[in-house]
């Protein structure tokens, strides 16, 4: 009995320490103080206000936005394409190639961040938001393969055969068959890459100008210089989308299981 | 046989894509920060003249006149001032005093009514061999001393590698203090995490599921809004001070932010779901009934754990330490807004040299040696983990 109650006390106190501070933070965006503490003197969506309304955070919303949609974009159909390649077993070096498209998780932000600059100023792409989205997709990228690899590897490939030999074109195969089923793979792909890219400061703080400045990169200054209860109402978004994302990915996954 | 190779044909027009942008964007910026590291060419790219005159010279007598001639004529040249800043600072790092000497030496180089005859006349330190051995030795369009200095190595006169001297010796203390931090966070999360993980797989139903919802709903949230809630949290007048001191079990505030206390448990707390996972992975694919076997022969649950489950679950329990720390090293968010600066990691350092100073030769160096680390480790992790389970 008291190696039980031991284990639920451990268990408890390690949810306790792994969820307590993203919900005791939730709170704090609707408070009236200047100042991110505890108790609340009273409640108010001043912050939110200032999230929406005050010129630096709004365009960090906006730029965001447009740097994840355009990662999103392109990691996802470059990622999908390779993942569709990588299928074929008579492909030279496919373990290695297939590392490589997996190596950017591996390599510390500040190394690529350093390296992507050099380069990028070489190109005239530093302070654009080509060469930020182009920074984010080095970095989205191997999500949207690992998970649209599970899902191919997860296909019956009778299934396509079959399709094959009732006369269809391969791009009818591919059309009909395999991308319908790959589907659920790519859309929790490309929910990945724009999370990714959504998250990601480091990069952004190498290669973006001033008029580039994303969420992530709006709230990492902010807690530097002057943090504000501003950055709690962030955070509420955050984790808000949080939950909305990994229910997305949920349920595309159980759709995935179920098809099979 | 046709069929076959349009298919790989196709194959490789998908694969094309990605991999030239991977190649473009990933592969090439990285090689770039290391040619960066090893390229030294602020000296020689204003020096052609010098460059061709000084490995004539016997490094040891004093600097003869065709020397001299040439240097002043490769000064009167430089017509960009940027340029001029690179080459005096990188030739004031080898030798101090080359800052003043330079400037002192340009200005009574462009000085049309007085032509100086030598550079001996503008200023007598031309004539100590110190000075044109940091020229002649910065000439080389390669160099290791960027790579050197990271880790705290420097040549003498002679040529020799030694260590530099203690009060220039700060990247060695850095890296130690990068492993030791990285090294604390992954054995805090395998205390906490090899235990969890066990509880978690001999649960069941919603307990299970609730266990492992706690360890995915960190995982998923942005690594910003983590470390901005343990920043409120870890504050002087944050939640956990106040409610030690409401429950009065301290006086005063805790300093919990701003030093290494703090850092250990934002970091902790961030890479735990990296350790819970493939450790949870192991251990569900252990057969239940061995504990209970091993008890049955006799064996004391403490001795039955050390003997059967411990071993079993090793490769979780090393790809989770692996993996936890192979992010540490690299972290660079989390000490740079939770620590202080005594607890800064080398990620911070590498960005320090980037955008602060300008020094990419430096950040370069320096980002080799983190870039070794993580790829040398992440092969040993990559090995584990293509093992196949239960091959044993």
Same mark, same amino acid.
């Given at each position: 009995m008291p190696m039980k109650l031991t284990k639920f006390t451990f268990a408890s106190l390690t949810i306790l320490f792994l969820v307590a501070p993203l919900i005791a933070i939730?709170?704090?965006?609707?408070?009236?103080?200047?100042?991110?503490?505890?108790?609340?003197?009273s409640w108010s969506l001043r912050w939110f206000e200032e999230l929406f309304f005050a010129d630096a955070w709004r365009r960090a919303i906006v730029n965001s936005l447009i740097i994840g949609t355009g990662t999103t974009l392109l990691a996802t159909v470059l990622g999908t394409a390779a993942s569709l390649g990588l299928r074929?077993?008579?492909?030279?070096f496919r373990g290695t190639i297939r590392t490589l498209f997996l190596l950017p998780m591996v390599v510390p932000a500040v190394v690529l961040g350093v390296g992507m600059q050099v380069l990028l100023a070489g190109f005239g792409l530093t302070n654009s938001y080509a060469g930020v989205i182009i920074a984010h997709t080095v970095v989205a990228v191997p999500f949207v393969v690992v998970s649209v690899t599970g899902a191919l590897a997860g296909i019956d490939e009778r299934v396509e055969l079959a399709a094959q030999s009732l006369g269809a074109s391969p791009t009818a195969v591919f059309r009909r068959v395999t991308l319908p089923l790959a589907m659920p793979g790519v859309a929790s792909g490309a929910v990945l890459a724009f999370a990714t890219s959504l998250d990601e400061v480091v990069l952004t703080l190498f290669v973006a100008g001033p008029n580039q400045r994303t969420l992530a990169r709006q709230m990492f200054s902010s807690i530097r210089e002057n943090i504000s209860p501003a950055i709690a109402a962030a955070a509420f978004l955050f984790i808000a989308a949080t939950i909305i994302i990994g229910l997305v990915v949920v349920l595309s996954r159980s759709m995935l299981a179920k098809r099979r | 046989m046709s069929a076959g190779l349009s298919r790989t044909g196709r194959s490789l027009i998908l694969l094309a894509p990605l991999l030239v942008f991977l190649i473009g964007f990933f592969v090439w910026p990285l090689f770039s920060m290391m040619s960066q590291s090893v390229s030294d060419t602020a000296v020689l790219r204003l020096l052609p003249r010098s460059a061709e005159v000084l490995p004539g010279w016997d490094r040891k007598s004093r600097p003869t006149m065709p020397m001299q001639t040439a240097l002043m004529e490769d000064l009167k040249a430089v017509d960009d001032d940027q340029a001029l800043g690179d080459m005096v600072r990188r030739l004031n790092s080898a030798r101090s005093g080359f800052r003043t000497l330079m400037s002192k030496t340009t200005s009574a180089l462009g000085d049309p009514a007085n032509p100086p005859a030598d550079l001996v006349s503008i200023?007598?330190?031309?004539?100590?061999p110190e000075f044109w051995l940091a020229i002649a030795d910065a000439?080389?369009?390669?160099?290791d001393r960027n790579l050197l200095a990271a880790v705290d190595l420097g040549r003498n006169a002679a040529g020799d590698i030694e260590h530099l001297p203690a009060d220039q010796s700060v990247n060695r203390v850095i890296l130690v203090r990068t492993f030791w931090i990285a090294a604390l966070v992954t054995f805090a999360c395998a205390c906490i995490g090899f235990p969890y993980a066990m509880i978690a797989a001999s649960l069941h139903g919603w307990k299970r599921d609730l266990m492992l919802a706690a360890v995915l709903l960190p995982l998923w949230t942005s690594l910003l809004v983590r470390t901005a809630a343990w920043f409120i949290l870890l504050q002087e007048r944050g939640l956990i001070n106040d409610l030690l001191q409401t429950l009065g079990l301290i006086d005063g505030p805790l300093p919990l932010i701003f030093n290494r206390t703090g850092v250990i448990i934002a970091m902790t707390h961030v890479l735990l779901p990296f350790m819970v996972l493939p450790i949870y992975s192991v251990l %569900?694919? %252990?057969?239940?009934n061995l504990m209970p076997a091993a008890a049955s022969l006799g064996a004391h649950p403490l001795r039955a754990f050390m003997r059967v489950l411990l071993p079993l679950s090793f490769r979780g329990v090393a790809s989770g330490s692996l993996l936890v720390f192979i992010s540490a090293i690299g972290y660079y968010i989390t000490p740079a807004l %939770? =620590? =202080?600066? =005594?607890?800064?990691m080398i990620s911070s350092i590498i960005a320090f040299y980037a955008t602060g100073s300008a020094n990419w030769g430096m950040a370069g160096a320096l980002g080799v040696v983190l870039l070794v680390a993580t790829l040398l480790l992440y092969s040993v992790y990559a090995r584990l983990s293509a093992e196949e389970p239960g091959r044993r």
């Open positions: 939730l709170p704090l965006a609707f408070t009236s103080s200047v100042i991110l503490t505890y108790p609340i003197p074929n077993r008579l492909i030279f | 200023d007598k330190r031309w004539e100590k000439l080389s369009p390669l160099t %569900i694919t %252990i057969p239940k %939770i =620590g =202080g600066p =005594g607890d800064q």
